[in-house]
């Protein structure tokens, strides 16, 4: 297994566990759909673990922040609190920018 840290977050290559008969989900959100695209990340933000995780995670890394013993760890840690808030604003974004127009009130 590969794992490199970048800004304090994880990313990991899983790769090494796909065998014969198993495809690696590799597709580039730029093929999917708009309409896709909005019904993931309204699963995503309707999630109940989803939201208690990335909170969780947010307030840790906000705690980090501000008793972090040193210049890298605060840094560190704000990137933390800026990728999470990222990936919900863009979840968000996705909705929004797929939703049917209203129409105005005459």
Same mark, same amino acid.
């Given at each position: 297994?590969?794992?490199?840290?970048?800004?304090?977050?994880?990313?990991?290559?899983?790769?090494?566990?796909?065998?014969?008969?198993?495809?690696?989900? !590799? $597709?580039?959100? +730029? @093929? &999917?759909?708009?309409?896709?695209?909005?019904? *993931?990340?309204?699963?995503?933000?309707?999630?109940?673990?989803?939201?208690?995780?990335?909170?969780?995670?947010?307030?840790?890394?906000?705690?980090?922040?501000?008793?972090?013993?040193?210049?890298? !760890? $605060?840094?560190? +840690? @704000? &990137?933390?609190?800026?990728?999470?808030?990222? *990936?919900?604003?863009?979840?968000?974004?996705?909705?929004?920018?797929?939703?049917?127009?209203?129409?105005?009130?005459?």
């Amino acid at each position: 297994m590969e794992a490199s840290i970048a800004g304090g977050l994880g990313y990991v290559d899983l790769s090494h566990g796909i065998g014969p008969g198993r495809q690696r989900a !590799t $597709r580039k959100h +730029s @093929a &999917m759909t708009p309409k896709e695209r909005a019904s *993931l990340a309204e699963q995503l933000l309707s999630n109940a673990l989803f939201g208690e995780l990335f909170d969780s995670i947010e307030k840790n890394s906000v705690e980090a922040m501000i008793f972090a013993p040193d210049d890298e !760890t $605060r840094a560190r +840690s @704000a &990137m933390r609190v800026q990728a999470i808030r990222t *990936l919900r604003s863009d979840c968000e974004a996705c909705l929004r920018s797929t939703r049917e127009p209203k129409a105005a009130p005459a």
